[in-house]
């Protein structure tokens, strides 16, 4: 539902996210759902708005586009706090916790700003907490969400379960948000030659993502691919398969919501902080000297986005290494 204006004030929630941590900010939303009769109102990117409305119900929308905001997504310009001002926030929870949402928020009129952000933005919040440097990245949104209202589940407790499809094409998504994450399109082309053979192997992508030589390249080895024009897209896709495999991205958190099975080769990022709860999902990465630490998301890279001397942590994941494993999973899962 898009956003209207009411009297009285509404409980704005900030997520200005990229798609796989839009996925996390879920369960801590929903607490605050329960916790109000008050007309809710998520402030987001337009491109996050289809996963919330996979799951959220009686919720309405304010999309501010990334244009609204300069110096790389980090400031707020004048017409986005207006927006912002036009939805009469009574209660804010700013679920971001960055530069872009502190001066979205700053000099808001509401009665209670919660949320996280670094220590030189505390005196915005009347009620804030520390970002939180441990897994998972659900519980930092629910601290948010516990700052003044008593959370209903815990983070054990919001599993989703799987979806009863056994006989959908297996989807693999090649790319990540950023080069270092991705096992490379030639593995995942290798992988998808050695699975074809006996399962429905279809691989998808943004339509931007791939050449016109590289997607000639894909059907002349007989692979099918996918090639999605908007996030709906790559929903109603995902709705369809029976199992995901990618990197660590949000495509795959994506799947993991829509209560797919789920199949995630992490390279520079620590999984124990994205992995998705439930029998019917498995991982694999490589664990090097390297490698972030515990209680650290990223590796001493920044995941790879300062630069990295030799991505070993993607380049020795072996393709018959992850054959091996997703064989077994597949066979578990009752893919067929």
Same mark, same amino acid.
């Given at each position: 539902m898009l956003s209207k204006n009411k009297s009285g004030g509404s409980i704005v929630i900030v997520a200005l996210h990229k798609l796989g941590d839009a996925v996390f900010t879920i369960p801590a939303i929903k607490? @605050?759902? =329960?916790? =109000?009769e008050k007309e809710i109102v998520i402030v987001c990117y337009p491109e996050t708005v289809p996963i919330y409305e996979t799951v959220l119900t009686n919720v309405y929308y304010y999309k501010i586009e990334h244009s609204n905001f300069h110096f790389n997504d980090r400031y707020a310009d004048r017409k986005a706090r207006k927006l912002l001002s036009s939805q009469n926030p009574e209660i804010i929870y700013d679920l971001t916790g960055v530069m872009t949402s502190a001066t979205l928020i700053f000099n808001s009129r509401a009665r209670e700003i919660?949320?996280?952000?670094? /220590?030189h933005f505390k005196s915005i919040y009347d009620n804030y907490c520390e970002i939180r440097q441990k897994p998972n990245l659900i519980d930092k949104y629910m601290d948010i969400a516990s700052l003044n209202i008593? +959370?209903?589940?815990? #983070?054990s407790d919001i599993a989703v379960p799987r979806k009863n499809i056994h006989t959908g094409p297996v989807l693999i998504h090649p790319f990540a948000g950023w080069k270092a994450k991705e096992w490379s399109l030639n #593995? %995942?082309? #290798?992988?998808? +030659?050695?699975? #074809?053979? /006996? =399962?429905?192997i279809r691989l998808i992508t943004k339509q931007s993502d791939i050449s016109e030589e590289v997607r000639k390249e894909i059907e002349y080895y007989g692979i099918d691919l996918i090639q999605t024009k908007t996030i709906n897209d790559l929903i109603t896709n995902i709705k369809e398969c029976s199992i995901f495999i990618g990197n660590d991205s949000g495509p795959v958190y994506i799947a993991s919501l829509l209560g797919k099975a789920t199949f995630t080769i992490f390279g520079p990022t620590n999984p124990e902080f994205s992995l998705s709860s439930g029998e019917h999902h498995r991982h694999i990465a490589k664990t090097l000297k390297c490698s972030p630490e515990k209680n650290t998301q990223y590796c001493f890279t920044n995941a790879g986005q300062n630069g990295c001397p030799a991505f070993e942590c993607m380049n020795q994941i072996q393709i018959? /290494?992850?054959? =091996?494993? +997703?064989? @077994? %999973?597949?066979? /578990?899962q009752n893919v067929t």
């Open positions: 607490q @605050i759902i =329960y916790n =109000y919660n949320g996280m952000n670094r /220590e008593e +959370l209903k589940k815990q #983070k #593995k %995942f082309i #290798k992988l998808s +030659l050695k699975l #074809k053979n /006996e =399962y429905d018959d /290494e992850v054959y =091996y494993n +997703l064989a @077994i %999973f597949l066979s /578990e």
